[in-house]
């Protein structure tokens, strides 16, 4: 599986965009990257996932270079709630395996 | 529709004592996995099950058992518990006959064990 590395924490103010980024150098060609969302005492929430370009949904975009060794999750006009540890994931769909968390990157919003 | 149900939400028990976590999965879903998450870390993996049957095991060691119904229920059992087994226990579930890992995961809010 592909080892990740994001940054242990990030700050930011409300209404600004926050952009975080995973490396992930040994990226397989069937891999996807995924990111999480978790708040404290609760389970991981699924973001968003893409494969390679640009991937935007209701909540966040998901920049993928060419070669795929890295990726950005951005946050557009963060607000207090968005504090939480975010999660960068990269999986195959190989039978077997299993999705695997790294330390994740903690997110502090300060108005 | 009910999301992945975790019980109990929080759980105390002795050194040396056997427990029993249980999970339900989001309706639709087949595969079960289970992950430690010990405070200020990312999860775990420990196992996940599929058919009723472990599919994919982590590194943890044989105290940490499981089992899946027929109804794709399922259950982690953990023997001779020790301080370091402390945690948040998380339960995931998702729709990918055990083999996708790009499937999205459903996670549970987990039940917080603490062993004294």
């Known amino acids: 599986l592909a080892k990740t590395t994001q940054p242990i924490s990030m700050d930011s103010y409300e209404g600004q965009e926050v952009n975080i980024t995973c490396s992930h150098n040994?990226?397989?060609?069937?891999?996807?990257i995924t990111w999480y969302q978790q708040f404290p005492s609760q389970g991981p929430r699924f973001i968003i996932q893409?494969?390679?370009t640009k991937v935007t949904n209701e909540v966040a975009s998901l920049f993928i270079p060419a070669d795929r060794k890295s990726s950005t999750l951005s946050l557009p006009r963060v607000s207090l709630s968005d504090t939480a540890v975010y999660y960068c994931?990269?999986?195959?769909?190989?039978?077997?395996?299993?999705?695997?968390f790294g330390k994740g990157t903690t997110l502090s919003v300060s108005s | 529709d009910a999301g992945v149900t975790q019980s109990p939400t929080h759980l105390i028990k002795t050194r040396g004592q056997q427990v029993t976590l249980r999970c339900s999965p989001k309706?639709?879903?087949?595969?079960v996995s289970w992950y430690q998450q010990a405070l200020g870390q990312g999860p775990q993996f420990i196992f996940q099950?599929?058919?009723?049957?472990?599919?994919q095991r982590g590194n943890f060691p044989d105290r940490f058992s499981g089992h899946q119904y027929p109804n794709y229920s399922s259950e982690l059992n953990v023997n001779a518990l020790l301080l370091g087994d402390s945690a948040l226990y998380l339960c995931?579930?998702?729709f990918g006959r055990g083999q996708r890992t790009n499937e999205k995961l459903f996670f549970g809010s987990g039940t917080q064990l603490s062993v004294l």
């Open positions: 995931a579930s998702s």
């Open positions: 893409g494969y390679k």
């Open positions: 099950y599929y058919e009723e049957e472990e599919r």
């Open positions: 040994n990226i397989a060609t069937n891999d996807y």
């Open positions: 994931l990269v999986g195959s769909n190989q039978a077997g395996t299993a999705l695997i």
């Open positions: 309706s639709g879903h087949d595969t």
